[in-house]
């Protein structure tokens, strides 16, 4: 099986795609615009990244590189984005290197990229005419505004772990089609916005409603507007709890356009699937959602383990809903070269819809573990940090190992089940240090 390569660099991105090129690196707006692109945002981000005025803008023409991206720049980086890896540029998906993510509550230009569609146009100019529609089974239809969000609903902030159902797809082998995520597809930001369930609840929500459907204005890859990207939903049950979010806020600021501008769903613990970007129109439907990538095995697993690449049928696989628990190391990359033999480790664990009980760490390849200071979370749904002092017995190589425990004494494991579709990798985090 072929996997695409992890990194694209900016070279073979132009090289194969152009006009995609220009549109992913600097915001051309249309395709058929490929030399008027730099009178709008194209042009301050092309500013912005060569490091100063572009005089003779209006004669580069389209899918050029600028010669000091050219000469400067090896691996493609998303505007507005700190080191995150490309995984693909359409759409656009991008992790971040573990050691990156080591902040309590994640940058926003640090927090994964994970889109299915092409992102619409949400200029700040046309925000104000934005309209959520919400209907289908229930009393009283509502079309609220960004203004009547924020006016006639409790506004709440909280710290909201978000997670690709595919992270962790790269270690599957048999290889799994889709991105092959490695563990950066996962973070921690600040959400402001208004609860789901008071929403529903002001819309009436009918006895026989039992899911929700999600619908955005993003586009299908294939330019058809009769198809949807992803439409995706949840039970009712997860729409009313009380930590899943409308959210208009990312720490702080307005939602920035790669991550759901204006507005968009927050179902913290569940795929970040769920928590459909650009959103249009929530409808409460009296059956499970059939939208796009709700159906077939799009996050979907089988309800049984299965041999490492079985064929497994379609009706023998369930709707992913809770992530399992899971940490990483965060304080130290892979290759870190140790002068003392004495660290401060630390790091991150978090577990879906449950709390985390304890992280452990091992030095010496799973034959003893360390108990570590774990942290309460801020609120439910947040991960939580752990750290220790950490002593090496000797100079060497050393692997360290990092275990996490749910409240129902859950712990991530070595090896993986594996899946048709590479979903819910939870294994233990691992990085290689040298210690001279």
């Not at 050219?70 to 971040?96: H, M, Q």
């Not at 940058?107 to 569609?117: K, S």
């Not at 992102?119 to 009283?140: F, K, N, Q, Y």
């Not at 002092?389 to 100079?395: L, S």
């Given at each position: ?255 920035p356009s790669l991550h759901g501008s204006p507005a968009r769903i927050i179902c913290p613990g569940w795929p970040a699937s769920t928590g459909q970007k650009w959103l249009r129109r929530i409808e409460l439907r009296n059956v499970v959602h059939d939208g796009a990538k709700m159906t077939g095995k799009s996050y979907r697993v089988p309800k049984y383990n299965v041999a490492p690449g079985a064929k497994v049928p ?13 940490s990483l190391i965060t304080s130290h990359a892979t290759g870190t070269n140790l002068k003392q033999p004495r660290i401060h480790l630390a790091g991150h664990a978090w577990a879906g819809d449950r709390r985390v009980r304890s992280v452990d760490v091992s030095g010496d390849f799973g034959a003893t573990w360390q108990a570590t200071d774990l942290d309460p979370p801020p609120n439910p749904y947040s991960w939580q ?52």
């Amino acid at each position: 099986m072929t996997i695409k390569p992890n990194e694209r660099g900016l070279c073979e991105l132009y090289a194969n795609d152009p006009e995609r090129a220009d549109y992913v690196v600097f915001g051309r707006r249309t395709k058929a615009d490929r030399r008027g692109f730099l009178h709008r945002a194209g042009l301050v981000s092309m500013s912005a990244i060569v490091g100063a005025a572009i005089p003779f803008h209006a004669n580069m023409p389209g899918g050029l590189i600028p010669a000091a991206l050219a000469d400067s720049l090896k691996n493609f980086r998303l505007p507005g984005k700190d080191g995150l890896i490309v995984l693909n540029d359409r759409p656009i998906n991008a992790e971040t290197p573990a050691h990156l993510l080591n902040d309590d509550i994640t940058p926003t230009a640090r927090h994964f990229v994970r889109n299915n569609g092409i992102p619409p146009e949400t200029a700040s100019e046309h925000i104000g005419e934005w309209m959520l529609t919400i209907d289908g089974e229930v009393h009283r239809p509502l079309t609220l505004s960004l203004n009547d969000l924020k006016t006639n609903f409790e506004t709440v902030e909280l710290a909201l772990q978000l997670e690709c159902g595919g992270n962790g797809r790269a270690a599957f082998n048999p290889p799994a089609r889709g991105n092959q995520w490695t563990v950066g597809a996962i973070g921690n930001a600040k959400w402001t916005g208004v609860r789901y369930r008071d929403l529903l609840q002001a819309a009436g929500v009918k006895q026989n409603a039992i899911y929700t459907a999600h619908y955005s204005m993003d586009k299908h890859l294939s330019g058809d507007p009769e198809k949807l990207p992803i439409s995706r939903g949840v039970p009712i049950a997860k729409a009313m709890e009380a930590h899943s979010l409308i959210a208009f806020e990312m720490n702080g600021e307005p939602i920035p356009s790669l991550h759901g501008s204006p507005a968009r769903i927050i179902c913290p613990g569940w795929p970040a699937s769920t928590g459909q970007k650009w959103l249009r129109r929530i409808e409460l439907r009296n059956v499970v959602h059939d939208g796009a990538k709700m159906t077939g095995k799009s996050y979907r697993v089988p309800k049984y383990n299965v041999a490492p690449g079985a064929k497994v049928p379609k009706e023998d696989f369930a709707i992913i809903e809770s992530m399992p628990v899971k940490s990483l190391i965060t304080s130290h990359a892979t290759g870190t070269n140790l002068k003392q033999p004495r660290i401060h480790l630390a790091g991150h664990a978090w577990a879906g819809d449950r709390r985390v009980r304890s992280v452990d760490v091992s030095g010496d390849f799973g034959a003893t573990w360390q108990a570590t200071d774990l942290d309460p979370p801020p609120n439910p749904y947040s991960w939580q940090r752990w750290r220790m002092d950490f002593q090496f017995p000797a100079v060497g190589y050393y692997e360290l190992w990092a275990r996490a425990t749910d409240d129902r004494g859950v712990s991530q494991p070595f090896a993986i089940n594996w899946n048709p579709k590479g979903y819910l990798n939870n294994s233990m985090h691992r990085i290689g240090v040298t210690v001279t």
